[in-house]
């Protein structure tokens, strides 16, 4: 069994993805922003479209869904926690839940913290995560509705899923956090790396993602507050996961560069 999946850049930096199950045909988007590049690309390959998969209410990863549906017919599924906010949501998903694109099926993770009810689909057998605004490479989303303890939950439990999961996130801020990431933990040679590496994709026009979980782990200072190169930096030594995160999160907030 196989999952396609296309990235659509859209607008300045978001990302909308298309999947689709290789054996049944069967096709959904992931967060459509907006409902033309979408359009045209299905059209472009012959594909319908069976299902829009929402992770938050946030306007650039709803905008495209009534008229995605007006013209496919699609049905829209959503995070069940935000449902009232989410434009013609027929099916409520959270936490344990699943959901099959044909064969291919995702397991629901709630990961509130950007926003309260704030969802991600993790496809196992294609080692895809679908994580909207929750993590992003080397960055996580700011905390619009949630508390640094939820959002460090959340987090935790992405970063439990397998090295090799490919992380689908909803936008390019790759190159600002790796200019954030190595002010905290400037020790870190892997990140070091990553940030050259991001800097050639980039000057090139490419796409940073998705990276790896094993790759964020590694170098993803929101999902590092155990390192002491980090607490160092933030003169948190002795203080718990949550509190490094929280003080991470805040820097980056005001962080310009
Ligand atoms: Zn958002």
């Known amino acids: 069994m196989t999952l396609d999946i296309v990235q659509i850049p859209v607008l300045n930096d978001n990302y909308v993805y298309l999947l689709r199950d290789t054996a049944s045909g069967a096709t959904a988007v992931v967060d459509p922003a907006v409902p033309e590049p979408v359009l045209a690309e299905i059209e472009r390959r012959g594909w319908g479209l069976n299902f829009i998969l929402n992770t ?42 699943s959901f099959s694109l044909g064969d291919s099926k995702a397991l629901v993770f709630d990961v509130p913290g950007h926003t309260a009810g704030h969802i991600a689909y993790w496809f196992s057998a294609a080692e895809a995560l ?23 939950a959340s987090l935790s439990k992405l970063a439990a899923l397998p090295d090799a999961t490919r992380v689908y996130c909803a936008h390019e801020y790759t190159e600002s956090n790796a200019r954030f990431a190595v002010t905290v933990e400037p020790g870190n040679a892997a990140l070091l790396a ?15 993602v998705p990276s790896t979980l094993g790759e964020e782990r590694a170098t993803n200072p929101f999902l590092r507050p155990m390192s002491p190169n980090l607490r160092a930096t933030l003169g948190l030594e002795g203080a718990d996961d949550v509190a490094v ?11 310009r560069g």
Request: net charge positive; aromatic share 6%.
């Open 56 to 97: 938050h209410h946030h306007p650039d990863h709803v905008g495209g869904n009534l008229v995605l549906r007006e013209a496919t017919g699609c049905a829209i599924i959503g995070p069940r926690a935000e449902a009232q906010r989410i434009p013609g949501i027929a099916t409520q998903l959270g936490d344990g839940d």
């Open 245 to 255: 995160f929280a003080e991470t999160r805040k820097r980056k907030d005001s962080f």
């Open 130 to 152: 679908f994580c909207g605004d929750t993590l992003f490479a080397l960055g996580c989303g700011r905390l619009f509705e949630g508390s640094p303890a939820q959002m460090w």
């Open 194 to 208: 990553r940030h050259e590496a991001i800097k050639a994709l980039r000057a090139d026009g490419r796409s940073t």
